[in-house]
């Protein structure tokens, strides 16, 4: 089966950068992607990574390292807003569905 | 554009009752829809996937069940509550030929049983 281990919590200032990082064991891989999450709200796709590498994307910027089943979020720039859950994810060995990882709760401080 | 509805957004249902929740999605043909259910300040559990009308993937046993009636459609269903089936159901889909990795989620339908 897959597995995804992520810290519970992170705390960071205002326009400060902070790295979310997210480690996995999976019978095959296929990818790794990252969800946010806003309190009461639905999750929004962030993010993929297929290859080893840095993926960027405005003020969020995704890493993998396949070679040590690691890889991470880092957001930029820190806006209260971006105050939220964020869930990496990996995709399941028949690649029909997503496995995710219990959540990082971001908190931004002023 | 394509779009995702649930309903109803919040519900509170005594135990024993029964339970049905709605899932519908605009815009596109043949998606694969997902059940998630999220526990308070937890991750999210696939409950159910489904990749066609009828052909419906159960993958954690528990008292609940999933129909796929229509193209876009996808229901979550109990005969008989439970206290611990309280918590965030999400629905989701994605382009039956897109990648895995990226779903796309309802607004989310939170459910306290009492």
């Known amino acids: 089966g897959q597995s995804l281990e992520q810290p519970s919590e992170v705390t960071a200032v205002e326009g400060a950068i902070v790295q979310i990082n997210c480690t996995y064991q999976t019978s095959g891989f296929y990818g790794l992607s990252w969800y946010q999450q806003h309190d009461g709200g639905a999750p929004t796709f962030l993010s993929y990574n297929g290859l080893d590498g840095l993926e960027e994307t405005g003020r969020f910027s995704s890493f993998l390292s396949r070679s040590d089943s690691y890889g991470y979020l880092l957001l930029q720039e820190l806006q209260m807003k971006d105050s939220a859950s964020y869930f990496c994810?990996?995709?399941?060995?028949?690649?029909?569905?997503?496995?995710f990882g219990s959540g990082t709760r971001l908190q931004v401080q002023p | 554009s394509q779009t995702i509805h649930q309903w109803p957004a919040t519900l509170v249902q005594p135990v024993g009752s029964p339970l049905s929740l709605e899932c519908t999605v605009e815009g596109t043909s043949n998606p694969n829809l997902y059940w998630y259910r999220q526990a308070a300040g937890r991750g999210l559990q696939l409950l159910f996937y489904?990749?066609?009308?009828?052909?419906i993937s159960s993958e954690v046993p528990q008292n609940l069940s999933a129909s796929r009636p229509q193209d876009r459609q996808f229901i979550l269903s109990s005969k008989k509550l439970l206290l611990s089936d309280s918590g965030f159901y999400l629905c989701a889909w994605r382009p039956s030929g897109g990648r895995t990795d990226t779903q796309y989620f309802g607004p989310g339908t939170r459910l306290t049983v009492l």
């Open positions: 994810a990996v995709p399941d060995t028949g690649r029909r569905a997503l496995t």
């Open positions: 489904s990749v066609g009308i009828g052909q």
